[in-house]
């Protein structure tokens, strides 16, 4: 029986010798030995090479910062509001990484300096400049923090308006922030809400790089696949939100089962270097019975975390757990019974009420495939902008398909091996069946598939090194890899821009629009409600606790068309008897409802010139920013 081979300390590459000395040609002199990154050794760049690139990307991303007109943004969001320099620092950044690959195997920290840096480059502009909350949805989550910090509880159980259910019954994220407001001695997250997504990606790197060197030993591709996640990462869920930190959370208890619970005698052939692809990594050492139940017990409190932080991610998780029992390598189904009664025991408690209301959608969503994979509301995007993004989003999932897809055509020695990854890339993908997530599952399925789908993509772009026979990588395939790497990663980079600033103007609202709101929310009585198209714009649940909420353009576009008509009937024939109600009216909502297509072009403005001449509503405060009317009733 042939012995396992041993893992190759850090730095190493599949296919290489570990040896410091060089091999011997024919003639007794010494051949060139190719590198631990496969380049050959007088290939290797000069280190300028590797770090002014660097400098000059960060140089010209300075430059571009006052040049960013975030303040008067058009169609198409911040796409053409940026600078040529700000587009010059990615190139440059994108030609360091490329350069610093070749280093990878010797020098890995370049490559993470590189990620490092792309990650501030693409998302740190709006952390930086902008002077109010970045993203509706993240105000919304500050509120929750707010109330926290001031009532010093949540209510789970309590049914409060404007869909704050699972917000109070999943209260984990905000626990934590509600900690971190104080420890930092700042007045609410609203200081470091911009920042989040830095944040995360930041934290996410280690975690995609555990998993991605259990699988793989080349760390040009490791670090690859990671600039691949942060290109094709444009669902915008590492914003200030629970989705975030618990898909964080979810990596992690996937890296520990990779790494901790392979069952002794698995392995079989996987752990032999001449049946396995040059690039791959043996499978880690097996476990036994009790040290697999030692991880057990070490991860469930990561779970439990999972559980009080999102409710959708846990769902996820035990679909993730369950997926891998169907490898002999990962058959350990405890694990996967912990995770379920963990989940089952917070959705039956603090998670209830939600809990059985789901459910008793179930019977209207199951199967409905075309209901529940569509986005948003509407399902239909609309302005040159939004409709830009839709489709660089569609361009974006089909490249990494792609990609992904030519990997497990051309590597499957490297897919046996990472087999966990691919499993674990198509398991949310039978969640479309079950529910659309309130138009959201399209995402969420995308996002849990994109770690692994990240990897083959870079599979297919990143050759062997040091194979030899039937490993051999063919001189024509490096050939063609060393064009189709650049390309690949600049086409990414341009469909990154649009898919996640195409639509930024939804994103960013002028303070003095924030401060209408507030004072609007402010001299609402306690239990007045709140009118609002959407609720996407800021400090929409301002006091959420105390009044309550209607918006009611958040449905189908043929219902808004019929209100349209007459909005003031519309509006007060479906208000409670006697009720106190503000209608807030912004142009952070104008923009959104026509983005999203919740209401036809113009239908905004109809809606407020009608409601304003309607001796229903009694116009409170009028600014260039919007309306605040009071429904004074027939």
Known sequence: MQQPVPAPVAGDTAGSSGSAQPLSGPSGTPSREPSRSGVPGALRPQPLLTWLPLLLAAGLWIQALPHIGFRSMGEYGLLDRLPVTYYLSLLALTAG????LRRAGTAPWWPGLYCAGLLMALKGVPAVLYDSERYPWASKHDAVINHLLANGELRPNEGLSGNMSAYDQWPGFFTLNGGLVRAFGV??????????????????????ILIYRTFSEDWRLIWTAVWIFQLANWVGQDYLAPQGLAFLLHLAVFAVVVRH???????????SRAYLDPAAAVVPPPTGTRQRAICVVVLVPVIAAVNAVHQLTPVMLCVTLLALNLTRRYRNPGLLVVAGLL????????GRPLFTETLGTLRDSLGELTQNSRAGYAGQLTGAGPELAGRANILMVLTVAALAGTALLLRRRLVHSALPLLLTSLAPVPLFVVNDYGGEMLFRVYLFALPGAAFFAAAALVPAAGGSGVHRVRPAVRR????????????????FMPSYYGKERMNYTPPDETALVTRAIDRA?????????????PRALHRYDHLEHWFFAEQELPENVAMLKDPAGYLSTRMPPGADAFVVLTHTQDIYTAGEGLLPPGGFARLTRDLT???LFRVVERTEHGVVLQYTGP
């Open 97 to 100: 990484f490329l350069v610093s």
């Open 525 to 537: 009585p306690d239990g007045a409600l709140i009118l609002a198209t959407t609720g996407s714009f």
């Open 187 to 208: 007045d609410s997250a609203a200081t470091y809400l911009n920042w989040a997504p830095i944040v995360l990606g930041l934290l996410m790197m280690p975690v995609l």
């Open 480 to 495: 063609i890899c060393a064009v189709a790497l650049p390309l690949s990663l600049v086409a990414l980079l341009v469909g």
């Open 261 to 271: 619970f392979v069952r002794p005698g698995s392995a079989g052939r996987l752990r």
């Open 343 to 350: 989940m089952l025991a917070w959705d039956l408690t603090m």
């Open 613 to 615: 001449a309607s001796p």
